[in-house]
C-alpha cells in the first residue's frame, strides 16, 4: 500500500505536500494508542526537516500524545495542523499550545517560513 493511501490504525496516511511530511492521525490517541504514531513520527523527524501532524480526526488526546509531541518538536520541526477543538482545549489547558506551532491547516503548516 502506498504511503498517501488511508490505512487503519491511528496513522491514516503520510505524504509529502509542499516541501513538508504529513502525518495524518486518527481516533483516540492514549498510552495504548500511541505506539504507531510514536514509531512514524520519529522516523519522520530522522528523515524530513519539517513535520506536520494533521490532528484533524483526533478525537481524543491524553497525556501520552502531548509528551510524544513535546518530544518530537525538540527533535524536529513540528507543526500540528487542524486539531480537534478535543485536542486544542488539552494543549489550551496545559500550556502546550504556547510551545507546539498549532495550524488551521495543512496547507497553512507547509506555507514556507512558517514558525
Known amino acids: 500500500m502506498a504511503d498517501n493511501q488511508f490505512r487503519p490504525g491511528p496513522v491514516a496516511a503520510q505524504y509529502a505536500h509542499n516541501g513538508c511530511h504529513v502525518i495524518v492521525a486518527r481516533g483516540e490517541l492514549d498510552l495504548d494508542t ?10 519522520a523527524a530522522d528523515e524530513h ?15 501520552a500524545l502531548l ?17 480537534h477543538p478535543r485536542v486544542v482545549l488539552l494543549f489550551e489547558m496545559t500550556g502546550a499550545d504556547q510551545v507546539l506551532h498549532l495550524f488551521a491547516t495543512v496547507d497553512d503548516a507547509c ?3 512558517r514558525a
Do not use: Q, Y
Open 67 to 83: 509528551n510524544l509531541l513535546l518530544h518530537t518538536h525538540r527533535a524536529t520541526t513540528l507543526r500540528i495542523a487542524a486539531p
Open 111 to 113: 506555507t514556507p517560513d
Open 34 to 43: 500511541t505506539a504507531e504514531l510514536a514509531t512514524a513520527l520519529a522516523k
Open 49 to 63: 526537516g519539517v513535520v506536520v501532524l494533521n490532528l484533524n480526526a483526533v478525537t481524543f488526546a491524553d497525556s
